[in-house]
């Protein structure tokens, strides 16, 4: 009696004790528990902002996009006219961010490159300066940096009636680098397709290369011929159909240049402070990945006959991809959310004119400001998952 | 990110963040409990509105409605504390309840009284947006600037007013809008802009800090009417009568001669206007009903003077500014400065 009592106790003791110290319940039950309490907090925090703001006498909603903005953006790359909404500034906003971020990026990764490779280089001068340009950027605010592009484009530039006079009708002045805007013709877009057919033939033929080249060891100048193929092609049928292309030319009148294209120095400026800024990082980060890839790499490379451009390109740029790519990433969302920086000297990039000029127009601060960080965000996670399937497609497959 | 985004960020927080509270009544509660009104004043620097002198001292004819108020509560225009605001930052400071009132040269519109939770108290100046250019470009009238690029001040009624005042004349023109002012300025000392636009009043202080003032001038069009005031939050009717009515006495006492000098001496004045006014006499007491003292006026003119007083001193001839009074006369000289009597 007493022994089987003794038993039942004991099972139904370890029973608890089973499910107590397994770890997959134990990890289901604390998700959950997590999980209730996430919920119950955003709860609470949208409830006590709407009570609050209520109780505050301001409106909450998203209408105010609807509304008339009736204010004018420098640069406006859709269009956009003083009768478009709030919503139409949004836009003009986002793709001048856009634009200033990819731009960004463009040229950081170049001068990055350059700088980092140069770093390493045997020339002294060469090393020496690339090291003082990577110290010197990486540890000055860049705010400060920006302010100072911008007084200095507009301190060299003269203004337009004496603005220099360049190639192609092109002006340079304190007002932009003024260029004839290019107005399609009939017949353009046919062009504009054969683009992308060059590009399809230019990956057909790569692949034909490489299968050659593990076929029979020759090999096949692959860049050049793509290079001909996409930038040829569509120029030989341009030329063919009789070049509709005409240009709007910029003319002086008045105060300004009426016409064309223009490059603002808000632009230029932002261009400038934030490339350099943004390689100074990137050179460091090339730097590390190149002296992450072992010389014996390199060594191994050269006894085989593979020629220094062949090893760069085959040998040791894949294997320092691995390294640089990951961080690389991270450099290039901080260029995107540092673009923010751009209202400072007057880019009209989304925190300038939405989170500015929107936000103090309507007063809807906790709307706008919530769409501006959605939208830096969206940026970053695209950046980011871009940047990932990148680094998978060049990650070392290890066989 | 940009430390004003991050500022408007803390305050937005300030919604989300607080356990619901009742309506903003009973701050002048709160502000005799704490020992001093907290005021918004133009935080980037306005002489002659809200701007620290050189000992660090805010002065300005803003910065003057703050301290008359913290007379009338206090009896003593030294307990305000101010906090510098943007263009930007400025009314959400005042919804949050960061600040219990708001003088930073702001336009009093439609929308601003109606949506933002917010209430004018009055009209403390009556500016009106004007045009500064560079006197090589040979414009002797706003009309003539189309094409023209523009410096203004983003998240104004100066950026929108601009805008309708070029459409209306159909002429087009290309705005660079910058968030602070000083970043305006420098962009068209710089010869970035060939205008300059802002209220009349900030043309003249801005042009005295360009490196040559001579080669700029203003142009003589005043293309709107920027009625600038103080705000309070809507739903506390007590307090914005305290600060509707500090502005009122400062009127009152220009009216009748009360100043600063010789508000002792009007104590034994015959007026019986006056007498309301510094609760002169058994039974006059128009303070206690809105939770002030009896002298409540008599501290706001012992403490900064009356109106004629304070714009002399902040902005007109006994200032760098030398602004003509204009439309910020009294009404009996020309003027639309109008105070309801005391009664």
Redesign the interface.
């Known amino acids: 009696m007493t022994l089987r009592d003794k038993t039942a106790d004991d099972s139904s003791r370890s029973w608890v004790r089973a499910v107590l110290y397994d770890a997959t319940i134990r990890g289901w039950v604390f998700q959950g528990l997590v999980l209730i309490f996430l919920v119950l907090f955003s709860a609470w925090v949208i409830h006590n902002t709407a009570a609050n703001l209520r109780a505050a006498n301001i409106p909450f909603g998203f209408d105010f996009l609807n509304m008339r903005a009736g204010f004018d953006i420098s640069q406006k790359p859709i269009n956009y006219t003083l009768d478009s909404s709030h919503a139409q500034a949004f836009k003009v906003g986002l793709i001048n961010t856009i634009i200033l971020s990819a731009l960004g990026i463009v040229f950081a990764t170049i001068i990055g490159f350059v700088v980092g490779i140069s770093r390493l280089s045997g020339n002294w001068l060469l090393a020496r300066a690339a090291t003082v340009y990577v110290e010197t950027l990486r540890n000055v605010p860049l705010l400060l940096q920006l302010l100072f592009w911008y007084k200095a484009v507009l301190s060299v530039l003269p203004g337009p009636r004496q603005g220099y006079m360049l190639p192609f009708a092109t002006n340079l002045s304190n007002r932009g680098l003024t260029m004839p805007r290019p107005i399609p013709g009939a017949g353009f877009d046919i062009v504009l397709w054969i683009v992308p057919v060059a590009v399809v033939l230019a990956w057909a033929v790569a692949r034909w290369a490489r299968r050659r080249q593990v076929a029979t060891g020759q090999s096949f100048p692959v860049f050049r011929a793509s290079l001909g193929l996409i930038i040829g092609l569509p120029l030989v049928v341009f030329l063919a159909i009789g070049a509709p292309l005409t240009f709007e030319y910029p003319e002086l009148k008045g105060f300004n240049f009426v016409g064309g294209m223009v490059i603002h120095p808000e632009l230029t400026a932002m261009l400038l402070g934030i490339s350099l800024y943004t390689a100074s990082f990137i050179a460091e980060t090339v730097r590390a990945g190149i002296l992450a890839v072992s010389t014996g790499q390199s060594e191994a490379a050269f006894s085989l006959g593979l020629r220094p451009s062949q090893t760069m390109r085959l040998i040791i740029v894949p294997q320092a991809m691995r390294v640089i790519i990951p961080p690389l990433t991270s450099q290039y969302l901080n260029l995107t959310k540092n673009s923010s920086l751009a209202l400072a000297i007057g880019y009209p990039d989304l925190v300038a004119v939405f989170a500015g000029s929107t936000l103090n127009i309507t007063g809807h601060a906790i709307e706008v400001i919530a769409i501006t960080m959605a939208v830096y965000l969206a940026l970053s996670l695209i950046t980011a998952a871009l940047m990932n399937w990148f680094n998978s497609r060049v990650a070392l497959v290890e066989r | 990110?940009?430390s004003n985004?991050f500022k408007?960020?803390l305050?937005?927080a300030a919604?989300?963040?607080?356990?619901?509270?009742?309506?903003?009544a009973g701050t002048l509660d709160e502000i005799k409990a704490k020992g001093f009104v907290q005021c918004g004043v133009n935080g980037t620097g306005l002489a002659g509105f809200g701007a620290p002198d050189d000992a660090g001292n805010w002065k300005g004819l803003d910065v003057d409605a703050c301290r008359a108020v913290a007379a009338a509560v206090f009896g003593d225009p030294s307990k305000v504390k101010f906090t510098g605001l943007s263009?930007?930052e400025r009314?959400?400071a005042l919804?949050s309840k960061e600040i219990d009132m708001l003088a930073r040269n702001s336009t009093n519109t439609m929308?601003?009284d109606t949506?933002?939770?917010i209430t004018f108290t009055g009209t403390n100046y009556y500016d009106g947006q004007g045009f500064m250019v560079k006197k090589s470009?040979g414009v002797s009238s706003a009309k003539d600037?189309?094409?023209?690029?523009v410096?203004v001040q983003?998240?104004?009624t100066t950026?929108?007013n601009?805008?309708?005042y070029f459409?209306s004349n159909g002429m087009t023109?290309?705005?660079?809008?910058?968030?602070?002012q000083e970043?305006?300025d420098?962009?068209y000392d710089?010869?970035?802009c060939?205008a300059y636009t802002t209220d009349a009043s900030g043309l003249y202080s801005i042009r005295l800090k360009m490196t040559n003032p001579d080669d700029s001038l203003v142009l003589p069009e005043i293309i709107s009417k920027e009625p600038l005031g103080p705000a309070v939050?809507?739903?506390d009717d007590q307090w914005e009568s305290i600060v509707r009515w500090t502005h009122y006495a400062m009127l009152i006492a220009e009216e009748f001669g009360v100043t600063q000098a010789n508000v002792d001496e009007m104590k034994t004045s015959e007026n019986p206007e006056v007498q309301r006014l510094l609760g002169v006499g058994e039974g006059v007491d128009f303070g206690t009903p809105v939770g002030l003292s009896k002298e409540w006026a008599y501290n706001v003119i012992k403490g900064v003077g009356n109106y004629g007083e304070s714009f002399e001193r902040n902005v007109g001839e006994g200032s760098p500014l030398k602004i003509a009074r204009g439309l910020n006369a009294l009404w009996s000289k020309g003027g639309l400065q109008y105070a309801p009597p005391i009664r």
């Open positions: 990110m940009r985004t408007i960020l305050l937005g919604f989300v963040g607080a356990s619901a509270v009742t309506a903003s263009a930007k009314f959400t919804q929308s601003r949506q933002l939770g470009l600037l189309n094409g023209a690029s410096c983003s998240g104004t950026e929108l601009l805008a309708d459409k023109f290309n705005a660079v809008v910058f968030e602070k970043e305006a420098a962009a710089s010869g970035r060939d939050r809507q739903g």
